[in-house]
Every structure is written in C-alpha cells, then in structure tokens.
C-alpha cells in the first residue's frame, strides 16, 4: 500500500544553517506530495506541495522536489530561523485524494 | 467560519465512558476527514465524508469508533466504551475536493485515564 518514510529527528540546527528533511515514498499511480508543518500546540499547515514528477513546491523560503525516480520528495531550506522550530511531516495522496499518508513526522528545533 | 473548527479542544474520560467529538468544517467544503495522531506520530487516517455521505471508513480501529455527517456540513466522532489505547489527539480536516487544498483543524487531544 501507500505510505511515507521520513528521517527520524530529532534535528538541532543553529540559526542560519541548511535545512534537510528527507522524505521517500511508495505508492501506486501518480500521487501528489505534500509537507505540512506543525508548531506547537497548533493543527497541520500546508507548507507545500508538488502534484508532478519534476514539480517543484516552495513557500517561505522551502522547497521539496517531486523525484519520481528516486520516489523522493526532500524539504531543504538554505537558512533556518529560530521560528522554523516545529514538527515536519511527509505526506502524499493517491490520485482519488481520499486519503493522505503521513510520515511520522520530524521534530525540528532551531537554536539561536 | 474561516478555518476548521475542532471542539473541545481538550478532553478527559475515564476508562469505560463514552466520548463526542465535534468538528465545524470550512463553509461550502464537500469533503471531511477524520484522522487520529498518537503521541510522537504521524496522523493516521480514520474516515471519510463527501456531503452527507461516509465513502471510507476502512481506517476506524474498531466498533467502537462510529463517525457522522447527518447534514452535509458539521461532523461527530464517537467513541464509545473509551480505552486508554484512544489516548491520542483526533483531526479533522475539510476540503472543497479532491483536487483542492485540504485545512486541518487545532484538533481534539483525548486522554483516557
């Protein structure tokens, strides 16, 4: 079936540094990827997300690449800030959209 | 309303009892999901609405989880017979359709002592 695998964390970055999450999937078809963020105490957030291979989603200075090839989907972000500090999840949708399929997320925290 | 509305938004039940949990989707949006995310988790998915009508339940751990839509519009999960293993927060999210962006509401952490 469907699913997501992503890096384990947690993750402790100093302010400014370069930002990796890696994300793989398995799925039937051609889903679309998703990254949703939450902070603390708060529901899911879209941060972005890419419908096609070769697609690329950004959104406050984040991106993931739609790798059809390598069934990858990586968030990077050159310079982390304090307020990036939350948890990170994968996720991907099947072509009816029914459903996602979430990793099980990757808690970030950003150290000044 | 402006976003997905999830109450309450904390609840405790001791073992045994029965819990309600309401979600208020986004005006308009056809689609409701249900998802459960256990403590250090990712959410997992439990059911879903297209208007009045529940076209997946296959991800309901048990009997004992039961889910409506009666008008097309605000959403109950119900647990009855509450375990400790249904210690998680419960999410709900809405959505215009498949092809459309998907909210998620703050949620509903349950803890059953």
């Known amino acids: 079936g469907d699913s997501v695998t992503q890096m384990e964390g947690p993750v402790t970055l100093s302010e400014e540094a370069f930002l990796t999450i890696n994300c793989t999937y398995t799925?039937?078809?051609?889903?679309?990827l998703f990254w949703y963020v939450q902070y603390p105490g708060e529901g899911l957030q879209l941060l972005l997300k890419?419908?096609?291979?070769?697609d690329k989603g950004s959104n406050k200075g984040f991106e993931a690449t739609y790798r059809k090839e390598t069934t990858s989907f990586h968030l990077e972000k050159g310079s982390v800030q304090v307020s990036d500090s939350a948890v990170y999840f994968c996720a991907l949708t099947s072509n009816t959209g029914n459903q996602f399929y979430f990793g099980t997320g990757t808690s970030l925290t950003v150290i000044p | 309303g402006a976003g997905v509305s999830q109450s309450p938004r904390y609840k405790v039940a001791k073992r045994g009892q029965d819990v309600a949990l309401r979600c208020d989707p986004i005006s308009g949006h056809v689609s409701l999901f249900w998802y459960q995310q256990a403590l250090g988790q990712g959410p997992e998915f439990l059911t879903y609405f297209q208007n009045e009508a529940q076209l997946d339940k296959s991800g309901l751990p048990s009997d004992r989880f039961f889910a409506e839509r009666p008008e097309g519009s605000v959403s109950t999960l119900k647990i009855q017979r509450t375990q400790q293993e249904d210690s998680a927060v419960y999410l709900c999210a809405s959505s215009l359709g498949v092809s459309a962006g998907y909210t998620f509401g703050s949620g509903t952490r349950l803890t059953v002592v």
């Open positions: 890419a419908t096609k291979a070769d």
């Open positions: 799925a039937t078809g051609y889903p679309s």
